[in-house]
């Protein structure tokens, strides 16, 4: 079975410049997670979404942060106009259906590095 | 709100010493608890969990027993490898949650040979 994959793998780019993270979940994965890790912030919640729906974004920073999931198979999370203070570790995450059988797991992509410059 | 404190890292050990990685939570409810583990430039994989009191969640040597008297889920192997060097994230979620995670502040281990 292929896990979560999130595209790229490592991004550099100069701040201002427009950031688009890509995510393809689990098949058959309800839910899906944005994560994002730094050194100082560790791991944060950003976003998630069920059924495609977002289901509570107050993990977003700021405006410059959108994320959408247009299909089950698919998500992206968008920052624009990027900053340096954006650079981080950004995960996703998937996990399957039915919310009170809450003994199933997320399974993590391996996650885009993003350098602002 | 619900959370997980875990042990300040980071934890360096010697190959074949014993670990303990102490995690404790306070949650509203009754948590699932989990172990994550993360390797270098990898993302988070799920190393153990348990759903109930007195559960005991064991993966690739590593064991962890939900106590609730205690409110704590201590990550233990007896004898680590090299390989074991990553950091490890405690983390709850509660029944009938909308299955979001709650995680520790990850504990880094090395271990040398």
């Known amino acids: 079975d292929a896990g979560v994959i999130q595209s790229p793998r490592h991004e550099v780019t100069e701040m201002g410049q427009e950031v688009t993270l890509r995510c393809k979940p689990i098949?058959?994965?309800?839910?899906l997670f944005w994560y994002r890790q730094t050194m100082m912030r560790g791991l944060e919640l950003l976003i998630y979404f069920n059924n495609n729906v977002p289901i509570d974004d107050s993990g977003m920073p700021e405006d410059r942060f959108s994320a959408k999931m247009p299909n089950a198979s698919f998500s992206t999370l968008k920052i624009q106009p990027s900053e340096p203070r954006d650079s981080a570790v950004y995960f996703c995450a998937s996990s399957p259906a039915a919310a009170f059988y809450s003994n199933q797991p997320q399974h993590f992509g391996d996650g885009t590095r993003l350098s602002i410059l | 709100g619900d959370s997980v404190t875990q042990m300040e890292g980071p934890v360096t050990l010697s190959e074949e010493a014993f670990l303990t990685i102490n995690c404790t939570y306070t949650?509203?409810?009754?948590?699932?608890l989990f172990w994550y583990v993360q390797y270098p430039g990898e993302g988070l994989q799920l190393l153990l969990k348990a759903t109930k009191a007195d559960d005991k969640g064991s993966n690739k040597g590593f064991e962890a027993t939900y106590r609730k008297e205690t409110t704590s889920f201590h990550l233990e192997k007896g004898s680590v490898q090299v390989s074991d060097s990553a950091v490890y994230f405690c983390?709850?979620?509660?029944?009938?949650?909308?299955?979001?995670?709650?995680f520790g502040s990850g504990t880094q281990l090395t271990v040398l040979p």
């Open positions: 098949s058959g994965h309800d839910y």
């Open positions: 983390a709850l979620t509660l029944s009938g949650s909308a299955r979001q995670l709650t």
């Open positions: 949650a509203t409810g009754y948590p699932s």
